[in-house]
């Protein structure tokens, strides 16, 4: 909080007082935690795991396995020259990345605008959601991995295809969240509506979409990291076609390659991670104003 | 001039529940009348009837519901708007231009004592707070009727006093009518120029009391000796009415 936001929470504080009233937040004690409190207990954690992390990697990689096996977990410092600082392999990961990448987000939007489409209609007509939601729970509940084939069969292995994987395992949480949120408005907050004689598409607009962007964005966070997987997991058992990240991560396995398998992975989870920061941070910027737990992940 | 009037009202719920029963109770503009009752009695389920929310299953009401003002239980401020724009949405909903809404909405939130909270959301106002501002997002349409459901019943004693008073001064200043429903009774007993106590249910209407005191009224009236006599009066009733 900067000197200002301090100085007009402190007027506004008095102001309450005044009235009798002090808001919630209003500050009572000066915060304590001061830069040095808050490395150590926020900060310091992490990083001592995640060393104690690498020590048992290395000790696995040179104490554990035999030199003839030490290619089943090569040491930290291995993948990364190997498999990041050397260009020639590290190139052919980013290029396979991006191509994951941009099925994952080809993806995403399809599944957001389908889920989106569905949800109003379902919430806007009880009968639709009756129809529809059987059929959605049998199809999410059929294992992926089940459905790649019959995708290949029909669709082959193009973008299409790639991109049907990530719809199918995508679009469920979003349509489920948006359904829920789009019901998560009080009755008393319906009833004002009602008294005020609002229209169909104004109580959707400024009342129930509104409310249920927690839950989409709860969604969203969700979906995000599922169409990355999707993109990879249809790669990975197509196998051919463009090379996505999965194609690598096969190949490197079959090579033996351990630096650069690790270094896929690391990338691909990188990859998981960067979009699930995105849309916290979205999901910050769009409701973390007045939405109380933003921020705090999903539900 | 009759503002709102109720005749031989009754409501029975699909499942059977009696709410109400022969609920009759007319509103001269300019009275504030309160129902005091026990809970579950169907006090909230008159008011719903009063604004069209449930059709009553038995009776007549007269009331003009194009511009009926409705302060809920919870203040029902919509958490993605300031407290500005929380004011403005009935403007908004009626389609009335921005300039005036912007208008209207100052002008109400100055007489609930917001004004320097136009940009805060609701999620860092007080209870108190955010019953101001629902009641200035009611008053942005200066209804002639009020309607009042237990709207203080979340807050504190001494938040409910202050409430009290401005309500009563604002009351005084509109001359609107009220109907305000509530559990307690040195609230009734103040703002309100006649109290109707209302039986379990289903409920009746099963006494009703005059209140002679002048306004404005003063917050000590509430340490009037004649004031806790009435108050008195009101409790036996609703006691016997408990049973």
Request: proline share 6%; glycine share 10%; with cysteine.
């Amino acid at each position: 909080m900067t000197d200002v936001d301090q100085r007009i929470v402190n007027a506004a504080a008095d102001v309450a007082a005044e009235l009798g009233e002090l808001p919630p937040d209003a500050p009572r004690t000066a915060p304590g935690i001061g830069p040095g409190r808050w490395f150590a207990t926020t900060v310091l954690p992490p990083m001592v795991l995640g060393a104690v992390l690498l020590g048992i990697w290395y000790v696995v990689s040179y104490l554990v396995l035999s030199p003839k096996k030490r290619f089943l977990l090569e040491p930290p410092h291995r993948v990364l020259t190997e498999g990041f600082l050397d260009w020639d392999s590290f190139s052919e990961i980013l290029q396979a990345l991006w191509s994951s990448t941009r099925v994952a987000m080809i993806g995403l939007v399809f599944s957001i605008l389908i889920g989106f489409a569905m949800a109003i209609v379902m919430s806007q007509a009880k009968v639709v959601e009756r129809a529809v939601f059987p059929f959605m729970v049998t199809l999410q509940a059929i294992p992926i991995l089940a459905l790649v084939p019959l995708i290949q069969f029909w669709w082959g292995t193009g973008q299409t295809a790639r991109v049907m994987v990530c719809v199918i395992i995508a679009v469920f949480p979003i349509l489920v969240n948006t359904l829920f949120g789009l019901s998560s408005a009080e009755k008393g907050m319906h009833d004002l509506f009602t008294l005020h004689n609002a229209s169909r598409s104004t109580r959707l607009r400024k009342l129930m979409f509104p409310s249920a962007l927690p839950a989409i964005f709860a969604g969203l966070r969700i979906s995000a990291g599922l169409s990355v997987i999707g993109a990879i997991v249809g790669d990975f058992f197509f196998g051919k076609g463009d090379k996505g990240i999965g194609q690598l991560l096969r190949k490197f396995a079959n090579d033996l390659s351990g630096e650069q398998l690790l270094a896929s992975v690391i990338m691909s989870s990188l990859l998981g991670i960067s979009v699930f920061l995105a849309f916290g941070w979205l999901q910050n910027r769009v409701i973390g104003k007045w939405y109380d737990s933003a921020g705090g992940g999903g539900r | 001039m009759t503002a709102l009037a109720f005749d031989r009202v009754g409501m029975v719920f699909p499942d059977g529940t009696r709410a109400v029963d022969e609920v009759t109770l007319t509103i001269e503009q300019g009275e504030f009348v309160t129902i005091v009752g026990p809970s579950g009695c169907g006090k909230s389920t008159l008011l719903k009837i009063a604004s069209g929310l449930l059709e009553p299953t038995s009776g007549t009401i007269e009331v003009d519901r194009k511009n009926l003002g409705y302060v809920f239980q919870d203040a029902t401020l919509l958490p993605w708007r300031t407290v500005r724009q929380n004011v403005e949405l009935l403007a908004e909903l009626h389609g009335i231009a921005k300039a005036e809404r912007q208008r209207l909405a100052r002008a109400a939130i100055a007489t609930v004592g917001l004004s320097g909270f136009e940009n805060h959301y609701p999620k860092s106002l007080s209870g108190g707070m955010k019953m101001r501002a629902s009641l200035a997002r009611t008053l942005t349409l200066k209804p002639p009727v009020f309607l009042f459901d237990e709207p203080f019943g979340a807050v504190d004693e001494i938040t409910r006093e202050h409430l009290n008073d401005e309500t009563q001064q604002l009351f005084q200043a509109e001359g609107f009518a009220g109907l305000f429903i509530t559990h307690s009774i040195p609230e009734a007993v103040f703002m309100s120029t006649k109290v109707l106590v209302m039986s379990a249910r289903p409920g009746r209407i099963v006494a009703e009391y005059e209140v002679p005191f002048p306004y404005p009224r003063v917050p000590d009236l509430r340490f009037d000796p004649e004031f806790a006599k009435l108050s008195g009066e009101v409790s036996h009733a609703l006691r016997g009415a408990h049973q």
